[in-house]
């Protein structure tokens, strides 16, 4: 295998079942070692230095992405608009998480590190949960080394945001939030029916694979598809703004 080989991942690599083997779960391992260790370490630091900390951990999350984009250009041949657009643009919607972290840190408002911090989680837990890319090859090639790389990035940068105190989960402020979910549900829209990038970047489109998963039809899904971001947005609010959601209970009573 040439360098070239690896890093444009055009050797040979068959593929092979590696869910939850010794890769997968030393990966993971690696993932919570640092998310400890980056909490224990920074919580109590200055804000500076937690800055540096998400600055190390977004410009790794830059350079895959950037570098990916490059590695993809320069091997792409007869480009068009519409397959210049498919390289340069984010479209599954880890990718879509890992900009969005790139962009809270520039942007540096709590909402936006709220609605970053639990997208990417909750990318970076589907992926840990079923890889269906990365560790999926007898070989650890540019791409395969990317998914791995970013979903990684993905979970420590996420969990670093509320360990480290960049979040603040408060109802008063959760239509800020909630607005930008919003806007990356309406850019999904564009990328599967205006641009035609690709068919399904949120998991939301019929007979897609976590739907023949848990095998049940379209609209059983989606209702189940709802509920389950409701709960999961709500949980962080109902931790983080416990004392706000008893001070309504008492209300009430």
Known sequence: MTFKDWI????PNPAIN?????LHIITLILCIAIIVAIAFIFKNKSEKTKK???WVLVGFILLFELSRRIINFSKATDLTLNSALYLLLPRPWCAIACWTLIFAAIVNKKWLYNFASYSALLCAL???AYPSVGFNNKYILFENLYSIATHSLLLVTSISLITLRFTQFEYKTIWKDLLCLLVVLIYTF???YVLKIESDPMYFMPNNEVQEILGVSFPIYLVIYIAFMVVYINLFYLID???SVKSVFRKQK
């Open 8 to 11: 444009y991942s055009s050797y």
């Open 18 to 22: 590696g869910q939850w083997g010794l």
């Open 52 to 54: 540096i900390v998400l």
């Open 126 to 128: 589907i992926f840990f």
């Open 190 to 192: 564009i990328e599967i």
């Open 241 to 243: 703004d416990r004392k």
